[in-house]
């Protein structure tokens, strides 16, 4: 015995029994939190064994690296690389609680984001997270403490070679067994679980950064011709305007509101005997409402600003990352911009910083005239949500603002108090929480009644300001508020089970398109976010025709049903495919065989649209096609500070800018 743990501890002091002990444990932590805390749906057999062993080729890979050190620092270079991907594994299980998603290269750059979300991410971390750093620290303390010794001698450039050819006939063979279960894993690599699921965490990190770099690639290489493809498709995709209703809101303002985090399940949904969102409900039997309910939020890492990007300009968010971060110097055809030839002012209300989402920069692409954010109210500290000013005070706030604005006027309200984490003063709370035991879950249903009561005061004031019978009021959910990993807590909430197809059921938002003198209505109609910008343009009297604009008017009879999801998947009346699986719609079965190749056809056309959304924003290929009677933006026209800021408006920019009004 005595013999066993001494030849035992002898391998320990070579680097390279040091070495396969780091790459065993984190092999093994890999595996276990890839297992633990991903929802990565594992059915089978061959992909319980893919799971378990894509981290062992990256683990070689990557701890590798340290063998082109010399000495001593060969383990100080294992220890970064093995602590940094810790860090990696940890970052990813924090950002998927929420997200349900995996971070991306691009979502890393959105830096100017963090130091607004620390509630989130406060509200996100779990004491047993430190459990992913302890082997970092046996680690180091079996260096520091000389348990292990440090080995001068250095592998032969063969051996080191040998072993990375090993890491990646290792991973190799992950790709092509993962091929034989998913064929076309990485060029059709729309969903990212996907991804981990098959080649695991590292893996996935080396092919988002393939695919960002790819991306970015895209606007250099992108000439005029790349137009070409994308003008055929919108054109032939272009759905008419029903003559019932083009025009009827011609001549009118515009007011959009955007219901943070609020889900389709919410409407008539009844807590300890009182209805959650009283007024919500209410407008769906007003007499001028059309009330959709099998309307879908599309969005993807972006969320709210996926939500803007999608409405303002009929084009998907990115696949990684947020447009509105990576693409705010584009040229794009957005609705402030159509508008504006026909006379209209545009404007956005945010009671948050500017930079957040870069709205600041990437507005002035849109063409919007006037952005009052957090600068132009006042922030009273009792009245501040986790992400900026509640909903009630902000209203208030905006509202002589929004009276100052030249009408006829584009507007846009991003509301705040119902957003993760959902946190809520008790004294302004008018509903008790849910009882599930999930805290967010339970506390969901709280900011939803205020941002209910908070929406019915300013309806109110938009009657005593004598904009509302004038004015086209849409409201929809931009984005889930409760995701995948409370299905549990949901179960409870809903009285059934959330099954995948339940799960996709779930992603419906409200929408609500309010038009003076219209009739109203429920609607069926299955549509998504992207269907939003031409719908409202041709009830503005303006053709979308000439426009390349990847939705469909709700209401035309030509309306495109099909709603894809930015992971590939998509909803449609007949037949939905969710996680690489066909159901029927009407029943939520999986769907027979015969119907396949129906499905496919569904499959394709919707990756097909993401496809070329993603060409268009990634190529910038706006630059090259201007619809007739569509003057291009141009950015220097707008400044966004409030007038008594320093760097104050030009003269010619003051014109443009709403002065703030008095407290009178």
Same mark, same amino acid.
């Given at each position: 015995?005595? %013999?066993?743990?001494?030849?035992?501890?002898?391998?320990?002091?070579?680097?390279?029994?040091?070495?396969?002990? =780091?790459?065993?444990?984190?092999?093994?932590?890999?595996? #276990?939190?890839?297992?633990?805390?991903?929802?990565?749906?594992?059915?089978?057999?061959? /992909?319980?064994?893919?799971?378990?062993?894509?981290?062992?080729?990256?683990?070689?890979?990557?701890?590798?690296?340290?063998?082109?050190?010399?000495?001593?620092?060969?383990?100080?270079?294992?220890?970064?690389?093995?602590?940094?991907?810790?860090?990696?594994?940890?970052?990813?299980?924090?950002?998927?609680?929420?997200?349900?998603?995996?971070?991306?290269?691009?979502?890393?750059?959105? %830096?100017?984001?963090?130091?607004?979300?620390?509630?989130?991410?406060?509200?996100?971390?779990? !004491?047993?997270?430190?459990?992913?750093?302890?082997?970092? +620290?046996?680690?180091?303390?079996?260096?520091?403490?000389?348990?292990?010794?440090?080995?001068?001698?250095?592998?032969?450039?063969?051996?080191?070679?040998?072993?990375?050819?090993?890491?990646?006939?290792?991973?190799?063979?992950?790709?092509?067994? =993962?091929?034989?279960?998913?064929?076309?894993?990485?060029?059709?690599?729309?969903?990212?679980?996907?991804?981990?699921?098959?080649?695991?965490?590292?893996?996935?990190?080396?092919?988002?950064?393939?695919?960002?770099?790819?991306?970015?690639?895209?606007?250099?290489?992108?000439?005029?011709?790349? %137009?070409?493809?994308?003008?055929?498709?919108?054109?032939?995709?272009?759905?008419?305007?029903?003559? &019932?209703?083009?025009?009827?809101?011609?001549?009118?303002?515009?007011?959009?509101?955007?219901?943070?985090?609020?889900?389709?399940?919410?409407?008539?949904?009844?807590?300890?005997?009182?209805?959650?969102?009283?007024?919500?409900?209410?407008?769906?039997?007003?007499?001028?409402? +059309?009330?959709?309910?099998?309307?879908?939020?599309?969005?993807?890492?972006?969320?709210? =600003?996926?939500? &803007?990007?999608?409405?303002?300009?009929?084009?998907?968010?990115?696949?990684?990352?947020?447009?509105? %971060?990576?693409?705010?110097?584009?040229?794009?055809?957005? =609705?402030?911009?159509?508008?504006?030839?026909?006379?209209?002012?545009?404007?956005?209300?945010?009671?948050?910083?500017? *930079?957040?989402?870069?709205?600041?920069? #990437?507005?002035?692409?849109?063409?919007?005239?006037?952005?009052?954010?957090?600068?132009?109210?006042?922030?009273?500290?009792?009245?501040?949500?986790?992400?900026?000013?509640?909903?009630?005070?902000?209203?208030? /706030?905006?509202?002589?603002?929004?009276?100052?604005?030249?009408?006829?006027?584009?507007?846009?309200?991003?509301?705040?108090?119902?957003?993760?984490?959902?946190?809520?003063?008790?004294?302004?709370?008018?509903?008790?929480?849910?009882?599930?035991?999930?805290?967010?879950?339970?506390?969901?249903?709280?900011?939803?009644?205020?941002?209910?009561?908070?929406?019915?005061?300013?309806?109110?004031?938009?009657?005593?300001?004598?904009?509302?019978?004038?004015?086209?009021?849409?409201?929809?959910?931009?984005?889930?508020?409760?995701?995948?990993?409370?299905?549990?807590?949901?179960?409870?909430?809903?009285?059934?089970?959330?099954?995948?197809?339940?799960?996709?059921?779930?992603?419906?938002?409200?929408?609500?398109?309010?038009?003076?003198?219209?009739?109203?209505?429920?609607?069926? &109609?299955?549509?998504?976010?992207?269907?939003?910008? !031409?719908?409202?343009?041709?009830?503005?009297?303006?053709?979308?025709?000439?426009?390349?604009?990847?939705?469909?008017?709700?209401?035309?009879?030509?309306?495109?049903?099909?709603? !894809?999801?930015?992971?590939?998947?998509?909803?449609?009346?007949?037949?939905?495919?969710?996680?690489?699986?066909?159901?029927?719609?009407?029943?939520?079965?999986? +769907?027979?065989?015969?119907?396949?190749?129906?499905?496919?056809?569904? /499959?394709?056309?919707?990756?097909?649209?993401?496809?070329?959304?993603?060409?268009?924003?990634?190529?910038?290929?706006?630059?090259?096609?201007?619809?007739?009677?569509?003057? !291009?933006?141009?950015?220097?026209?707008?400044?966004?500070?409030?007038?008594? *800021?320093?760097?104050?408006?030009?003269?010619?920019?003051? &014109?443009?800018?709403?002065?703030?009004?008095?407290?009178?």
């Amino acid at each position: 015995m005595n %013999t066993l743990l001494q030849k035992s501890h002898g391998i320990f002091n070579k680097y390279i029994g040091f070495f396969f002990l =780091a790459v065993f444990l984190l092999w093994m932590k890999t595996y #276990i939190t890839q297992m633990t805390q991903f929802n990565l749906g594992i059915e089978s057999a061959l /992909q319980q064994f893919l799971l378990f062993i894509n981290p062992l080729g990256s683990s070689l890979l990557f701890l590798g690296l340290a063998f082109f050190f010399k000495g001593r620092r060969k383990y100080i270079a294992l220890m970064v690389i093995y602590f940094l991907l810790s860090f990696l594994l940890f970052a990813n299980v924090v950002y998927y609680r929420f997200f349900n998603d995996f971070i991306t290269l691009p979502t890393l750059t959105q %830096t100017q984001n963090f130091g607004d979300v620390s509630g989130s991410i406060s509200a996100l971390l779990n !004491p047993a997270d430190f459990l992913l750093f302890v082997d970092v +620290l046996v680690l180091i303390g079996l260096l520091v403490f000389k348990v292990v010794k440090i080995e001068a001698k250095d592998m032969s450039r063969r051996r080191v070679a040998a072993l990375i050819y090993v890491s990646l006939a290792v991973s190799f063979a992950n790709l092509g067994l =993962a091929e034989t279960d998913r064929p076309e894993l990485l060029t059709r690599g729309f969903d990212r679980n996907y991804i981990v699921k098959y080649l695991g965490m590292y893996n996935y990190t080396i092919y988002d950064a393939v695919q960002s770099t790819k991306a970015s690639a895209q606007r250099v290489l992108a000439d005029s011709s790349d %137009t070409t493809e994308v003008i055929n498709f919108t054109k032939s995709n272009y759905a008419e305007p029903n003559s &019932e209703y083009f025009g009827k809101a011609e001549g009118m303002n515009v007011i959009y509101v955007h219901l943070e985090s609020i889900q389709t399940f919410l409407m008539d949904y009844k807590l300890h005997g009182e209805e959650v969102t009283p007024f919500l409900n209410s407008l769906t039997r007003e007499e001028n409402t +059309l009330y959709f309910d099998n309307f879908f939020h599309q969005t993807a890492q972006g969320k709210t =600003a996926d939500a &803007e990007f999608i409405i303002d300009n009929s084009l998907y968010g990115l696949p990684q990352g947020s447009a509105f %971060t990576t693409k705010g110097m584009n040229t794009y055809h957005s =609705a402030p911009g159509i508008l504006k030839d026909k006379g209209y002012t545009s404007a956005v209300f945010h009671g948050n910083s500017g *930079s957040f989402w870069n709205r600041n920069e #990437i507005y002035k692409s849109f063409g919007f005239d006037h952005f009052f954010d957090a600068s132009y109210y006042d922030l009273k500290p009792e009245e501040m949500a986790d992400y900026g000013l509640h909903d009630k005070p902000f209203f208030e /706030q905006s509202i002589p603002y929004l009276e100052s604005l030249p009408q006829p006027f584009y507007s846009k309200f991003i509301t705040v108090s119902h957003h993760y984490p959902f946190q809520l003063d008790q004294e302004m709370a008018t509903i008790e929480p849910h009882t599930t035991g999930d805290k967010s879950v339970d506390n969901y249903f709280q900011t939803a009644r205020y941002a209910d009561e908070a929406l019915k005061e300013f309806f109110e004031q938009l009657k005593a300001s004598g904009l509302y019978e004038n004015s086209v009021i849409v409201m929809y959910g931009d984005h889930y508020g409760i995701s995948k990993n409370h299905n549990r807590a949901m179960e409870q909430v809903l009285g059934k089970e959330v099954t995948p197809f339940e799960s996709a059921g779930l992603q419906r938002v409200p929408l609500f398109i309010r038009v003076p003198g219209m009739e109203g209505g429920v609607n069926h &109609e299955f549509g998504g976010q992207i269907d939003l910008m !031409p719908t409202l343009m041709h009830l503005l009297g303006v053709d979308t025709k000439d426009y390349l604009q990847f939705g469909t008017d709700l209401l035309s009879e030509q309306h495109d049903d099909l709603v !894809p999801f930015r992971n590939g998947d998509f909803m449609s009346p007949t037949i939905s495919s969710i996680d690489g699986k066909f159901y029927d719609s009407t029943t939520g079965e999986l +769907l027979e065989e015969e119907r396949f190749e129906e499905a496919e056809k569904l /499959q394709d056309s919707a990756e097909q649209k993401l496809a070329l959304s993603d060409k268009v924003v990634n190529g910038d290929l706006l630059r090259f096609y201007t619809p007739e009677n569509f003057e !291009p933006v141009d950015r220097s026209e707008y400044d966004y500070k409030p007038d008594d *800021s320093e760097g104050a408006n030009t003269e010619a920019e003051s &014109e443009k800018t709403v002065e703030e009004p008095s407290n009178e």
